[in-house]
């Protein structure tokens, strides 16, 4: 082998062990960023300034963005060649012989984001009662994939990496604790978020519960209901005679 296919073959493994380790890091950090702004989503915990649709659409391009380098991370991994890994053994759970424990547990979590993804693209179709049952795999995955990278990698050692892992740990544990303790705001709608529970629906008002007053009855000198100002005259009264008592006459005395 010349020097220099033994450099290119070098740059493209070393380029591929980048891929891995990134993909995995940025992996972890987009799904954290996803179960937290899940949590706020579906107790519209934002600024107010921020329209509502703001953060469940922010939560639900994060969750794509997660299967992108996911799928750089499983790729760049099997093509590598480095470590025994197929791509049989990046779908089915603890089927590997290279550390089975590790590795199924991250191909344990890529099995549920699969199966969250697809659900939610099902939603219409299964019901919204088993698309948040199966939603709540979510937070199973986020743990699952945590735990996969403590035990797996070249860089589970390093600090930099244990301070990462420690941050979304604390803050996704922090932010459920406050879900958990806080109630969810009045009218908050938890149909939408990755939250079971039951959806708050305000009542859309019609046209027919938007009745105008009545209008004040008239008379035309015709005797006929109209509206018209000028055709309108006073509906006499009537009044009653105490008994025995002759009414007033109308007509003048002679």
């Known amino acids: ?44 915990w934002a600024p107010a300034a ?7 659409r922010l939560h639900r391009n994060v969750s794509l963005l997660v299967l992108v380098f996911l799928a750089v991370h499983v790729a760049s991994t099997v093509v ?12 089915v759970p603890f089927g590997s012989a290279y550390h ?7 191909a344990l979590a890529v099995d549920l ?12 179709r299964i019901g919204r ?3 948040r049952a199966v939603h709540w795999a979510s937070y199973a995955a986020w743990a699952i994939g945590l735990l996969h990278g403590l035990l797996l990698g070249t860089d589970r050692g390093t600090a930099w990496l244990r301070v990462i892992e420690a941050v979304c740990a604390a803050s996704v544990a922090a932010v459920a604790l406050a879900r958990l303790v806080a109630p969810p705001r009045a009218g908050a709608r938890l149909g939408d978020a990755p939250i079971g529970a039951a959806a708050v629906v305000r009542p859309r008002q019609t046209r027919r519960h938007r009745r105008s007053p009545a209008r004040p009855s008239t008379v035309t000198r015709s005797g006929t209901a109209g509206s018209g100002p000028n ?24």
């Open 231 to 254: 055709n309108t005259v006073a509906r006499p009264t009537a009044t009653a005679a105490a008994p025995g008592v002759r009414p007033p006459s109308t007509t003048r005395p002679r």
């Open 50 to 56: 921020l329209p509502r649709f703001v953060v469940p």
């Open 100 to 106: 089975p424990l590790a590795l199924g547990l991250g």
């Open 80 to 91: 590598d060649g480095y470590a025994p890994v197929g791509w049989l053994d990046a779908l």
């Open 113 to 124: 984001l699969l199966a969250v993804v697809v659900t939610s693209m099902l939603r219409h």
């Open 129 to 131: 009662r088993a698309w």
């Open 1 to 44: 082998m010349s020097p220099a296919v033994a450099v290119a073959a070098t740059a493209d493994t070393k380029a591929l062990w980048f891929l891995t380790r990134g993909g995995g890091v940025v992996a972890l950090l987009l799904l954290t960023a996803s179960v937290l702004s899940g949590l706020a989503a579906a107790y519209e």
